[in-house]
């Protein structure tokens, strides 16, 4: 589904990215994980045609990324952003018919009758007793399954997430990423996740990707990732790592009073205490 190699990206002089190689299959998880400022959203810029890359190669179902329009992309990958809703006015059921502008014909209409579509998706979501809510009446969490629910009319292949729980209570997160992975598994939806909980990403995600300074630090299964070591080298605070009781996937325990600072030229780790 995705091909990366050797993906480079710099803004005024500045490397973001740097040598980036990696792949996703069909069907699959993807988060990635890392630092502020370690270059996940602009990664997904690029994945999805919105920047150019300065070097190397990006393919996509087995064609480079530049040969797609926007709206030939937009047919088969959608993007859900922390907020990411047109400005106030439209009603949930207008924004959620939306999505579905990729597929429209000339003159404006939908190529196919989507009411039942729409309909079907608003009752996933438990939107229902909002429908005709404009959206500057919702709660966060509510504004969050409203923009699932646009994205979820475009039908995508391919659903790119950047940090789409960053402010929903924890209630609204764990609802958010189950409705992700119920239609996952439903459509088999390829999913890349940039995701700052790495308790979630180690429960959501079949693979996570460690962006560091630019670069890949580390790829691999939530097990292999989500280790104290590797977590104090890149965010710079030393956790302890434990099994969660139910579904055994590595989880993060902070310790406070062993936040680690680095050096400028980012080499020495050392304890604050």
């Known amino acids: ?74 047919r088969w990958l959608a993007v859900l952003q922390q907020d990411a809703l047109p400005p106030v006015g439209f009603t949930v059921k207008e924004v959620i018919s939306m999505g ?3 597929f429209q014909t ?21 939107l229902s007793p ?12 509510e504004r969050q399954r409203v923009a699932l629910g646009k994205v979820m009319a475009q039908q995508p292949q391919l659903l790119m997430l950047d940090e789409p729980t960053t402010f929903l209570d924890i209630g609204y997160q764990v609802q958010m990423m189950d409705y992700i992975r119920e239609w996952q598994r439903e459509s088999s939806l390829t999913v890349v996740a940039v ?14 990707m460690v962006l ?23 965010y710079g605070t030393e956790p302890i790592v434990l099994q969660h009781p139910v579904n055994r ?9 062993q936040t680690l600072w680095r050096n400028k030229d980012e080499t020495t780790i050392k304890s604050s205490d």
């Open 1 to 74: 589904m995705i091909e990366v190699e050797q993906l480079s990206k710099s803004f005024r002089g500045q490397q973001v990215l740097e040598d980036v190689s990696f792949t996703v299959s069909p069907g699959e998880c993807l988060g990635i994980i890392g630092p502020n400022g370690s270059g996940k959203s602009t990664l997904l810029r690029l994945i999805s045609g919105v920047d150019a890359a300065d070097a190397g190669d990006i393919q996509l179902k087995g064609r480079p990324v530049k040969a797609y329009t926007r709206k030939e992309l937009a």
């Open 106 to 126: 000339w003159l404006g209409g939908d190529a196919e009758d989507t009411d039942e579509q729409i309909a079907h998706i608003i009752e996933k979501l438990n």
């Open 249 to 257: 996937a590595p989880q993060v325990l902070l310790q406070p009073g």
């Open 130 to 141: 909002l429908v005709h809510r404009t959206i500057e009446r919702l709660s966060g969490g």
């Open 212 to 234: 560091h300074q630019g670069k890949v630090a580390a790829i691999g299964t939530p097990e292999e990732i989500i280790k104290a070591g590797l977590i104090e080298q890149v």
């Open 195 to 208: 995701l700052h909980d790495l308790n979630l990403a180690a429960q959501y995600c079949s693979r996570l």
């Open 100 to 102: 579905r502008y990729p």
